[in-house]
């Protein structure tokens, strides 16, 4: 994502991956682990990303990191936790 933010291509940097938005899906849905390192790592990387993008420009699965205020990286609310937790009990129960 720092890569990206400063307008490279990560595969550029020894980033092995098919598609750059599958990653960014799978950021937002671990996104209460960016709270750990809200303020040193994650806000410079939301200043680089507006510097060098417009909401327009920027992917479209990295708009939400983007727009969200910098106090609020990381964080989910109650009930979203509670759904993640029904929905992978439901999915665990499926198999």
Request: cysteine-free.
């Amino acid at each position: 994502m720092a890569i990206y933010s400063e307008g490279y291509d990560p595969k550029k940097f020894g980033f092995n991956y098919k598609d750059f938005n599958d990653v960014l899906k799978r950021i937002y849905r671990s996104r209460e682990l960016l709270r750990y390192h809200r303020e040193s790592r994650y806000v410079p990387i939301q200043e680089s990303l507006r510097n060098n993008y417009t909401l327009d420009s920027v992917e479209k699965n990295l708009k939400w990191f983007y727009k969200i205020e910098p106090n609020r990286i990381g964080d989910i609310s109650f009930y979203e936790r509670i759904m993640r937790k029904i929905k992978r009990t439901l999915e665990h129960r499926s198999r």
